[in-house]
């Protein structure tokens, strides 16, 4: 064997080994549906806006790809920022959708409306809401008042999940189909 030949294995050999490494650390990601009635936008400053939605549906819709669940509203609650979400409004007039980072969201149980403190994105990388990259407007473009339903496309990566000890543990057993074990110390 010469030179050539053994510097090309090992070119070959590093080229196989980044690729797996690269492969293995990308983490699984998660979509939970959220769908809510009218909204209101209230821009503030810095470029941090404020979407209230009223009237959300006491149940989320979650999916990793492979298998669908509908799953309690209250886990909403447990999703921690920054989280990437496609906001589609939607109504009699059409639809519009914009894609933001989550920073902080609320839930109170009592009245059923999400609050989220969102930045818009300017530009989204991922895979989970690829198909709402195409159709997205700028969120300061949008007037609300026309639309009446308002839905949320939440992208959750595997190891978000996994550091939120209560929304795993509920999807966990969800998925499992074994509603003994989903009735642990997260509610």
Do not use: W
């Not at 650390?25 to 009218?38: A, H, L």
């Not at 496609?86 to 959708?97: D, K």
């Not at 989204?124 to 709402?132: D, I, N, T, V």
């Amino acid at each position: 064997m010469n030179r050539y030949q053994l510097s090309g294995f090992i070119c070959l050999f590093i080229l196989v080994s980044l690729a797996g490494v690269s492969i293995a650390d990308e983490s699984p990601r998660y979509v939970i549906y959220v769908q809510g009635g009218e909204s209101s936008i209230i821009h503030g400053s810095e470029g941090i806006t404020d979407i209230i939605v009223k009237d959300i549906i006491p149940y989320a819709h979650f999916s990793d790809g492979k298998k669908n669940l509908l799953i309690p509203d209250t886990l909403v609650q447990s999703i921690t920022g920054p989280v990437y979400a496609a906001v589609v409004f939607s109504g009699t007039g059409g639809e519009s959708v914009s894609l933001i980072s989550i920073s902080n969201l609320s839930l109170p149980y009592e009245n059923k409306d999400l609050t989220l403190r969102v930045n818009p994105l300017g530009f989204y990388e991922g895979e989970a809401l690829k198909s709402f990259a195409r159709e997205k407007k700028e969120l300061d473009t949008i007037e609300v008042d026309t639309f009446e339903n308002t839905g949320i496309y939440f992208e959750i990566i595997g190891t978000a999940l996994e550091n939120n000890n209560c929304l795993a543990q509920e999807i966990a057993c969800l998925k499992a189909d074994d509603m003994k074990a989903c009735l642990g110390e997260c509610g």
